[in-house]
């Protein structure tokens, strides 16, 4: 099966600019996660899908992060305007299902130069 | 609130040698215990789990792992790395839905 794509792999922008990552899920997998990758400490949920409905953006920053997951298929992560402290690789991941019993497919990551 | 600590930022050890990754979790029930690895520009790979049952667990590329519920500790082993088994070791708890992630740790594989 194809795995998660996620795009693109690389960027690099100025702080106060804009940005969007792409992520396509494997197909028929229904749940789709956001993770945020700083250097140095491990990846930290920023948003979870279930289907094209929110379950979890408790750690999402509101003020400059969003996520959309139009059609429950694809998901775009933006960041409006973006900091230094938003460098880091931005991980799409998808399962299944919700739940721990349903195994997490990764991406290969954004990595995100705030310059 | 759940959370890992994996003591160790980075270890180097000689191809052939074993290999014993630590780490120790802090949750008030049954934990569902993970470990990943991720080879650099890659996403992160699933090498075993634990949910119930036998305290020792099997994975995928030689791996195993022993969850030992009296030290809050979920180390992962290797008897023999390979060079290809030069990565960043992640561990990670979870409840029903939810996982959170240690901070890793760097293994360096020598000749």
């Known amino acids: 099966e194809a795995g998660v794509a996620q795009s693109p792999r690389y960027k690099i922008i100025e702080k106060r600019q804009s940005v969007a990552f792409w992520c396509n899920p494997i197909s028929g997998h229904a749940t789709l996660y956001w993770y945020q990758q700083i250097l140095g400490q491990g990846p930290k949920l920023l948003i979870q899908?279930?289907?094209?409905?929110?379950?979890?953006d408790s750690q999402l920053p509101k003020d400059r992060f969003s996520a959309e997951r139009l059609k429950g298929v694809d998901s775009t992560l933006k960041i409006q305007p973006a900091k230094l402290e938003d460098s880091a690789v931005y991980l799409c991941?998808?399962?299944?299902?919700?739940?721990?019993?349903?195994?997490?497919?990764f991406g290969n990551g954004t990595r995100l130069t705030v310059t | 609130a759940q959370s890992v600590t994996q003591p160790d930022i980075h270890i180097t050890v000689s191809e052939g040698a074993s290999l014993e990754l630590r780490c120790n979790y802090s949750y008030g029930a049954t934990p569902y215990l993970f470990w990943y690895v991720q080879s650099p520009g890659q996403g992160l790979q699933l090498l075993l789990k634990?949910?119930?049952?036998?305290?020792l667990v099997q994975g995928i590329k030689g791996f195993e792992a022993e969850f030992k519920r009296s030290q809050s500790s979920f180390n992962l082993r290797k008897p023999s790395v390979h060079w290809s088994d030069a990565a960043e070791y992640f561990c990670a708890v979870g409840d029903d839905y939810k996982l959170s992630f240690g901070a890793g740790t760097t293994v360096t594989v020598r000749a």
């Open positions: 634990y949910f119930s049952g036998d305290t």
């Open positions: 991941a998808s399962s299944l299902e919700t739940g721990i019993n349903s195994p997490l497919h």
């Open positions: 899908f279930q289907n094209n409905g929110v379950v979890d």
